[in-house]
């Protein structure tokens, strides 16, 4: 039996061993396959999807890599995600065993314990199917867009991969109305959940440290986020 001193060397070597390696990853795709990265990422209702949309339409000079997408995959019925929801979430199941996404939503938007269980049960498989799609598109497109929520709060794949972040910015009141007018609901249910992520003027300053980063303004209508995105 391993004794605690051990337990703790051998979780440090592992963690060491999967940060390394996937610092190997990001440099050999970068100086051998002329990879860039380019991180995607907004506040809730700040109209990320938006942008995403126009550069899905222009895929010919990129390729995006849609994390929600990744998501709706690993809960899918079977996979260990799935097994592991279905053990801490049971009421969460629709009458096929298909996980109800909405019903999740409800719970662990309202309780931020079942929120970071919820993101400990998917972290490592997201980013294990991220790793895939990858290594898979860059044989055919060397631009890639990460559309990820939370990539300001996923420091490992801010920091390891993108080369720069688009942040898609709106003010906080926006963000309010659209929540409210999407999802059909009251302002506290939209505070509850706005309140579950960093706020956006954090995450603006944040992006704001660095030259290579932009701010997209998309407070005001659609043809001026695009001619933003296009220059």
């Known amino acids: 039996m391993l004794s605690v001193s051990q337990w703790t060397a051998l979780i440090v070597w592992n963690a060491i061993s999967v940060g390394g390696a996937i610092a190997i990853i990001s440099t050999v795709l ?9 991180g995607l990422t ?3 209702a700040s109209g990320k999807s938006t942008c995403c949309r126009f550069f899905t339409d222009n895929s010919s000079f990129c390729h995006v890599i849609d994390f929600d997408d990744i998501a709706h995959a690993i809960y899918a019925c079977g996979t260990p995600t799935w097994s592991q929801i279905r053990l801490h979430f049971p009421d969460v199941l629709n009458k096929d065993h298909t996980i109800d996404r909405k019903a999740l939503g409800r719970i662990v ?4 314990q079942k929120l970071n269980l919820l993101m400990s049960m998917t972290r490592w498989p997201i980013f294990k199917e991220f790793l895939i799609r ?15 929520p939370l990539l300001i709060e996923h420091r490992l794949i801010r920091a390891v991969f993108c080369d720069c972040i688009i942040l898609v910015y709106c003010d906080r009141d926006t ?3 659209r929540l409210m007018r999407r999802d059909g609901i009251d302002p506290t249910h939209a505070l509850q959940k706005m309140d579950k ?3 956006i003027e954090e995450k603006r300053k944040l992006v704001c440290r660095s030259a290579r980063n932009i701010v ?5 209508d659609v043809n001026g986020t695009q001619w933003q995105l296009q220059q």
Do not use: A
């Not at 970068?30 to 380019?38: A, D, K, S, T």
């Not at 860059?138 to 867009?145: E, P």
């Open 30 to 38: 970068r100086r051998y396959f002329g990879l860039h990265i380019i």
């Open 42 to 44: 907004g506040g809730i």
């Open 109 to 112: 938007w309202s309780d931020r």
């Open 134 to 148: 990858l290594c898979l598109n860059i044989l055919y497109c060397r631009t890639q867009i990460l559309d990820v």
């Open 175 to 177: 963000q309010m109305v």
């Open 197 to 199: 992520q960093m706020h």
């Open 216 to 220: 997209v303004d998309n407070t005001k």
